[in-house]
């Protein structure tokens, strides 16, 4: 695994492993690359894995804070099966669906499945435009893109 400038650090109560092999099998190009047992620290266990191609390190060590809503991670979907698969994925084994996107993985991370094009749509110079797919967005749960499209183009119901 290539060494990052920058590199997204998860800290799990006990179960990083699993959460690294949970994601693995989810998104392509993606795989636990190494588990390391820290000796003098019990149980604590170091796991590198890569998701999409970027690295990540998982610690299982007792987690002193629960994961919350100020970090997540969006991944960028460039149709709705590609957005439901994932969305379907993230959420197996008792994860929660949120509104607007979001859902809470079984452990306690935060996701943003959505499509490619939404801050595009919404950055439109046309505040018209950029307004409708805003109010189509927050009426949602899981993000339906030919209802964002139709909200874009003015042709929604």
Not at 48 to 69: K, T
Not at 103 to 119: A, N, Y
């Amino acid at each position: 695994m290539t060494i990052q400038k920058i590199t997204p650090f998860l800290w799990y109560s006990k179960e990083a492993e699993e959460a690294a092999a949970f994601y693995a099998d989810i998104f392509p190009d993606s795989r636990v690359i190494r588990v390391t047992a820290v000796p003098s620290a019990g149980s604590t266990k170091i796991v590198e894995f890569v998701l999409f191609g970027q690295p990540f390190i998982a610690m299982s060590s007792g987690r002193p804070d629960p994961f919350n809503h100020s970090v997540s991670f969006m991944v960028n979907c460039d149709d709705q099966e590609e957005l439901d698969r994932y969305w379907n994925a993230l959420l197996e084994g008792g994860g929660s669906p949120e509104a607007c996107g979001w859902l809470k993985d079984s452990f306690g991370v935060s996701w943003q499945i959505v499509p490619t094009d939404l801050v595009g749509m919404m950055a439109d110079p046309d505040q018209a435009k950029a307004k409708r797919v805003a109010d189509a967005m927050l009426k949602m749960v899981k993000f339906d893109i030919a209802a964002l499209k139709a909200a874009y183009s003015g042709t929604m119901d």
